[in-house]
């Protein structure tokens, strides 16, 4: 299962191989690794954390202080919210945000592996998204129109400039824009009106 494509960005060969072992046993049938990131704290760590991004799935091993035990906590793409990380002087900080629960970190993740494990996070959420999916349920007031064959379909809820001001949003809550930024470009959507 060992795939040089997962030892490109710095983990250590011997630790990418067990890991990819252990993961080739708990992988599903038609479930495949898509990429590894590998902590690397600056002291020796024997059993280090990881994230496994597959094509179902992200995976995290982590390890607690003073435990023996591996603790793997799973999510599917149709529960996570997004994903972030967070760049220190020498490593990352891996974040998922799922749709309910705690958020789970990692740190000490290499730069490299972070900014590909968002990439390659974003890729399967965004897949996700793009997939059609049935509603539901089913609205019973002016949200239904007719069309011509006499069927009732949806109308679209959310228009354009909701979508805008919810992009504006998120991007002032990650502190990406300014408060000035998002007042004045929140100005500019509902100017639209």
Avoid at 51 to 65: E, S
Avoid at 170 to 190: C, G, P, T, W
């Amino acid at each position: 299962m060992l795939s040089e494509h997962y030892l490109s960005d710095d983990q250590d060969p011997k630790t990418a191989e067990k890991i990819l072992g252990k993961l080739g046993d708990m992988l599903t049938s038609d479930e495949a690794v898509i990429y590894l990131a590998i902590q690397k704290k600056p002291a020796v760590t024997l059993i280090p954390d990881f994230i496994a991004v597959t094509n179902k799935r992200i995976v995290f091993r982590i390890m607690k202080k003073w435990e023996i035990a591996n603790n793997y906590i799973t999510f599917t793409w149709a529960k996570v919210k997004e994903v972030s990380f967070k760049e220190a002087f020498f490593s990352s900080k891996f974040i998922i945000i799922p749709k309910k629960g705690e958020n789970i970190a990692i740190d000490y993740i290499p730069k490299v592996q972070a900014g590909k494990l968002f990439q390659f996070c974003n890729e399967q959420i965004e897949k996700l998204k793009s997939t059609p999916s049935e509603p539901e349920t089913t609205l019973l007031n002016d949200n239904f129109d007719e069309d011509s064959t006499g069927v009732s379909t949806i109308k679209d809820i959310e228009d354009d400039l909701t979508q805008k001001l919810k992009k504006l949003k998120i991007l002032f809550e990650k502190q990406l824009i300014s408060q000035e930024e998002y007042e004045r470009k929140k100005a500019d959507v509902l100017s639209q009106l």
